[in-house]
């Protein structure tokens, strides 16, 4: 499952939050970057922060963008230092084991959760 970036405000500075699996265990880790923009001021320009759609221009490059209607261009927002911005914090969000018959081995590989069957390892 591909998890999208998305908007937030720490502490009134506007981020972009880049959410990713980790492979090794079930946990989603979420590093923030900031844009050094005031969130307020984000907000009274485009709108409400949660109702931003991001996506990334490019991997790791610093740069994000979304539209604010559909038929509008793109606008760009950037982060501090561009791709060598670092995370100033970073969140770490467990994802529980799926639910499945008493007596079914699981187990997290490759950033999902995968159950035992007769036939072999499959999706949980």
């Known amino acids: 499952m591909i998890i999208k970036p998305f908007l937030s405000s720490i502490e009134g500075i506007l981020h972009c939050s880049q959410p990713y699996h980790s492979y090794t265990k079930p946990e989603i880790i979420i590093n923030n970057y900031s844009t050094g923009l005031a969130s307020k001021d984000f907000e009274l320009k485009y709108g409400p922060i949660n109702l931003i759609n991001l996506e990334e221009t490019r991997e790791y490059s610093g740069r994000y963008c979304f539209k604010k209607y559909n038929i509008d261009p793109y606008t760009y927002i950037d982060t501090l230092h561009g791709p ?15 639910k499945v018959k008493s007596g079914i081995n699981t187990r997290w590989k490759n950033g999902r959760w995968e159950k035992e069957l007769k036939k072999g390892w499959c999706s949980a």
């Open 84 to 98: 060598k911005t670092e995370s100033t914090k970073t969140f770490i969000i467990d994802i529980p084991c799926p």
